[in-house]
C-alpha cells in the first residue's frame, strides 16, 4: 500500500509539473528551434548589459563556442562546471563576452582578448530570461506578420523577454532553415535576430548552427 501511494504521489507531481503555464525556457540538446530562440535572447542580453557598454568597444561579433580560447573555456568548466554555453561574442578589440546557463541559472562573463576574466555582466540573468509562450497564445498581428512574410515557415516556438518582446521561432518547410523574429509585446515586428552558435554543457558537445 505504501509503495502504492508512493507511485500515485509521484505521478501526480509529474502530471502538475507539466501542466504548469508561464514556466522559464529551458532547451534540451534536441530542440534546435528552441535552442536558437534561447540563444537570440542571450546574445541581446549580453550585447545590452550595462557591463557590456561600460568594458566592450564597438560591435559586438558572435563566436563559435568552440573557437574560444581554452582559458575561457577552463574558466567555465572549473567555476561554473556543467553550464551550457548559450552565446559567446567578441567586440572590435577582441574581448569575449560569454553567455551561460545552469539549472536555470544564467551568468553573463567578461573576458580579455587572452581569455582572462574580467567582469561578470551586471543584468544579464535578468535579461536573458525567456518565458515560453505557446504558439496558439501568440496575439494575431505575429501569426499574420509570419504567414504574409515567410509562406512556408511554421511557427514552432515562441517565448517573451523580460522587456515583454516575443521572440519567435520559425523553420521553413524543409526543416533546414531557422529563423528567430522579433515583435513587441503590441505583437509589431521589429528586427530578424542573429542565431548564435551555441553548445552544450562545458562548451562540450555538437554546436548548434
Known amino acids: 500500500m505504501k509503495k502504492l501511494l508512493f507511485m500515485l504521489t509521484a505521478a501526480m507531481g509529474l502530471f502538475v509539473a507539466s ?7 529551458t532547451p534540451s540538446s534536441s530542440d534546435d528551434i528552441l535552442d536558437a530562440v534561447t540563444a537570440s535572447a542571450a546574445r541581446t542580453a549580453a550585447v545590452s548589459d550595462t557591463a557590456t ?7 559586438i561579433t558572435s563566436v563559435d563556442p568552440a573557437a574560444l580560447p581554452a582559458a575561457i573555456t577552463t574558466y567555465i568548466t572549473t567555476n561554473y562546471a556543467g553550464s551550457a554555453i548559450r552565446f559567446a561574442g567578441k567586440d572590435a578589440v577582441g574581448q569575449y563576452l560569454v553567455g551561460i546557463e545552469k539549472d536555470t541559472v544564467r551568468t553573463g562573463l567578461l573576458f580579455d582578448a587572452n581569455g582572462v576574466f574580467i567582469k561578470a555582466m551586471v543584468h544579464y540573468a535578468k535579461k536573458s530570461k525567456l518565458t515560453e509562450v505557446a504558439v496558439t ?7 499574420t506578420y509570419v504567414s504574409t512574410n515567410y509562406a512556408g515557415y511554421t511557427i514552432k516556438r515562441a517565448g517573451t523577454d523580460a522587456s515583454g518582446n516575443y521572440l519567435v521561432g520559425i523553420l521553413d518547410s524543409t526543416g533546414t532553415k531557422k ?6 509585446s503590441a ?6 535576430k542573429e542565431v548564435p552558435p551555441h553548445q552544450g554543457k562545458d562548451g562540450k558537445g555538437k554546436t548548434k548552427r
Open 19 to 25: 501542466c504548469k503555464q508561464g514556466d522559464e525556457v
Open 137 to 143: 497564445a501568440l496575439p494575431a498581428a505575429i501569426t
Open 179 to 184: 529563423v528567430v523574429l522579433q515583435f513587441t
Open 187 to 192: 505583437g509589431v515586428f521589429t528586427a530578424v
Open 53 to 59: 557598454k561600460k568594458v566592450c568597444k564597438g560591435n
